[in-house]
């Protein structure tokens, strides 16, 4: 069964802070894996898309890795800011299909 | 951003009524997409579309309906709402399906 775990639940650090988050995919074929932000009330929004050749791919403070090798993610923040508390969500993507499985995601929050 | 509009953003309605749910994009994307988000869930598909008047059923596609007539144009309809919908719903819209979506804000949707 197509599955994407996330961990952990949750996380709460301190700004100016660096953190990881990790995701574990079980998808296959495999298309690529996306990592979305998600804001209270709001929906969410792309941060990265890394296809299985892709490594690492940055977008400003965040960097995301990929090992496709052993169907795992992370989305390292760097120097955390109060704005970076939200819901931070893995998407993967199997191939030649517009179905994602998205993970439940986890909440950080972001304290001063 | 993409340029979506949910409405309406809130909606309080009793059981066994029709809800119909609007999505509009300004952007002119190809696919568009209905999810709904629940707690202790990641978010599921329940249909999306591939062009005017193309649609097919996702993951959770029970209880709910589609309809697209125009390309800006994306309507979810529970013909007879159940309290097993109260939800958080998200439309989203992408180019092409190897692409990151674009979200709207949601509508929260509860069914008494």
């Known amino acids: 069964k197509n599955q994407v775990e996330q961990s952990p639940q949750s996380l709460i650090i301190l700004e100016g802070k660096n953190c990881t988050l990790q995701?574990?995919?079980?998808?296959?074929?495999?298309?690529?894996l996306r990592w979305y932000k998600q804001d209270t009330g709001r929906g969410p929004v792309s941060l990265t898309i890394m296809t299985f050749s892709e490594n690492t791919k940055s977008n400003g403070r965040y960097t995301a890795t990929l090992d496709a090798d052993t169907k795992q993610s992370s989305l390292h923040i760097t120097a955390s800011q109060l704005s970076d508390s939200a819901s931070y969500i893995c998407?993967?993507?199997?191939?030649?299909?517009?179905?994602?499985?998205f993970g439940k995601g986890t909440t950080l929050s972001v304290s001063s | 951003d993409a340029g979506i509009t949910q409405s309406p953003r809130h909606k309080v309605t009793e059981t066994g009524t029709p809800v119909t749910l609007r999505c509009h994009q300004t952007?002119?994307?190809?696919?568009m997409y209905w999810y709904r988000q629940d707690p202790g869930h990641g978010l599921r598909l329940i249909h999306y579309?591939?062009?005017?008047?193309?649609?097919d059923k996702g993951e959770v596609s029970d209880g709910y309906s589609v309809s697209r007539s125009k390309t800006e144009d994306f309507l979810l309809t529970l013909e007879s709402a159940t309290s097993s919908q109260t939800s958080v719903y998200f439309c989203a819209t992408g180019q092409q399906t190897n692409q990151p979506q674009h979200f709207g804000d949601g509508t929260r949707l509860s069914i008494l």
């Open positions: 579309s591939y062009g005017v008047k193309d649609t």
């Open positions: 995701c574990n995919y079980t998808v296959s074929p495999f298309s690529n």
């Open positions: 952007e002119n994307h190809r696919y």
């Open positions: 998407v993967v993507s199997a191939q030649a299909g517009t179905a994602l499985i």
